[in-house]
């Protein structure tokens, strides 16, 4: 088992195809707003990027400490959670949540959470597990989230116009949403933030740690015209 505060981001490759062809765990425990959280990451060739825990989920958390974002009793809903390690924060700070990704993903993220129970219970309600395609089954989730958080899902340009449709439904109501990148060339990143997501959304860079190249970005839904 490993202790960390935070943990070095490993390369991202342009193909995930290549990443951990031997299937093994690692379990890390994280302190994060003064919560202790056991991450179990399952590493092997079926869950390719979706396995760590990476450096813009930390980002992702400390900013929420940092700016003081109130979560107790708002409802979350988190995109290619992986790991889970923010939404399982953000329920343990009594947040009501949801987590999301591809049905593979979805036994990971159900453990993450089992192991990260509270001695005394879930402040609000034990998190939700729900799988998700982008653009596929994105209408049978509601729209009545207060925030959506998102960390490093923006990574394969042939999914940008699906996620920016899956984001507008979700915050059509009313919900911001976070999303947290590390801002990789080879992966267009920043052609998402500066020419996909605003044709629906108001954009705002609101912090970047120069050190990670890891940018966060909070976004509002425009009004629709």
């Known amino acids: 088992m490993i202790y960390a505060e935070d943990e070095d981001d490993d390369p991202f490759p342009v193909d995930e195809d290549c990443l951990f062809t031997e299937t093994f765990s690692q ?5 994060l707003m003064g919560e202790e959280l ?38 979350i809903i988190e995109l290619g959670a992986g790991t889970g390690v923010v939404g399982i924060l953000a329920a343990r700070l009594g947040a009501e949540v949801t987590l999301t990704d591809l049905p593979l ?6 453990g993450n959470v089992f192991a990260n129970i509270p001695p005394n219970g879930w402040l609000s309600a034990r998190p939700v597990v729900l799988p998700l395609c982008w653009g596929e089954d994105h209408l049978t989730f509601p729209s009545d989230w ?31 949403a976070y999303l947290s990148s590390k801002m990789r060339r080879e992966h267009q990143t920043q052609s998402f933030y500066e020419d996909q997501l ?28």
């Open 146 to 176: 207060d925030l959506v958080l998102c960390a490093d899902i923006v990574y394969l340009p042939e999914t940008y116009p699906l996620l920016v449709e899956t984001l507008a439904h979700l915050c059509k109501n009313g919900a911001v």
């Open 27 to 31: 379990e890390v425990v994280y302190t």
């Open 198 to 225: 605003p044709s629906r959304f108001n954009v705002e860079l609101v912090q970047r740690d120069d050190y990670q190249n890891n940018n966060i970005y909070r976004a509002s839904k425009r009004a629709e015209e």
């Open 38 to 75: 056991r991450i179990k990451q399952l590493f092997g060739a079926n869950l390719g990027v979706a396995a760590p825990v990476w450096e813009a989920a930390l980002h992702l958390c400390r900013y929420l400490e940092d700016q003081s974002v109130e979560l107790r009793g708002r409802r």
């Open 105 to 110: 993903v979805l036994p990971q993220l159900q």
